[in-house]
């Protein structure tokens, strides 16, 4: 993922889906352990939904 859609992705995370600094602080944290899709993490970790992990999905698309 190019850095401007990363950092894109991050401020759409935080003020559309409303996750927490904290919740994304334990993603950033897991991710430097064993990279995998910032979604994916996200709701294995059960920091969003699956309807806002489609959300997620979907806004991604249209990038």
Not at 4 to 29: C, D, G, P, Q
Not at 35 to 42: D, E, F, K, Q
Not at 44 to 62: A, H, N, S
Request: aromatic share 12%; proline share 6%; no cysteine.
């Amino acid at each position: 993922m190019a850095p401007t859609t990363y950092s894109r992705l991050i401020r759409f995370l935080e003020e559309e889906l409303a996750i927490s600094a904290a919740s994304m602080s334990i993603v950033f944290k897991h991710r430097e352990q064993d990279p995998g899709p910032l979604p994916m993490i996200l709701w294995q970790y059960g920091l969003v939904t699956l309807k806002q992990l489609e959300q997620i999905y979907d806004w991604l698309e249209t990038v």
